[in-house]
């Protein structure tokens, strides 16, 4: 495990690497020079948040499993950003807007903040389990987005209000407020 922050809460991570001054700026060039079997970005003390400036493939940089870890701060990306990684975990009491092209095999979710509302997009198929000690998905809010299939691998998805829209269809087993598909 390797675990990449900054020496400083409040300052900001930059995935992408196309931010400016006073973030720690981190592009897939240099994270394919970490070699691990997990690569946690940030940690429970980060306030600054992450922000996901550009595409940013793990995988190809050498990562099947990564974890995005804030305190309170927020996680983002812009318009042309998307993640790829075979396994994804976010911890984070922050809002988290992830609503790029994301392209992740099985995503677990920890939302530790009382309130706050995440999105998250993804591009194809996507499986909601276990990675890196975060199993399923634990939100106050949520919108769960699939361009493929949304499926559980037996995990629980709990929150307060959760809208889950898939394209062929969503087969997971639990009590939601708000399902949009094609077929469920």
Do not use: K, W
Not at 75 to 102: E, K
Not at 148 to 155: F, K, P, Q
């Amino acid at each position: 495990r390797v675990i990449l922050t900054t020496s400083d809460a409040a300052r900001g991570i930059d995935l992408g690497a196309e931010g400016g001054y006073g973030v720690l700026s981190l592009s897939e060039d240099e994270l394919g020079l970490v070699t691990a079997d997990v690569i946690q970005i940030g940690d429970d003390g980060n306030e600054g948040g992450i922000e996901v400036t550009a595409a940013v493939s793990l995988t190809d940089a050498g990562h099947d499993t990564a974890h995005l870890v804030t305190g309170s701060g927020d996680m983002s990306d812009g318009s042309a950003s998307a993640l790829q990684v075979d396994s994804l975990a976010i911890t984070s009491g922050g809002t988290v807007t992830l609503d790029g092209f994301n392209q992740v095999g099985t995503l677990a979710l920890e939302h530790t903040g009382a309130e706050g509302s995440v999105t998250f997009t993804d591009f194809d198929d996507l499986e909601v389990g276990s990675v890196d000690d975060v199993d399923g998905i634990s939100v106050y809010e949520m919108t769960l987005r699939a361009g493929g299939a949304l499926s559980d691998d037996g995990e629980t998805i709990i929150g307060d209000t959760l809208t889950l829209i898939a394209g062929p269809g969503i087969d997971v087993s639990i009590d939601v407020v708000s399902v949009t598909a094609g077929n469920i």
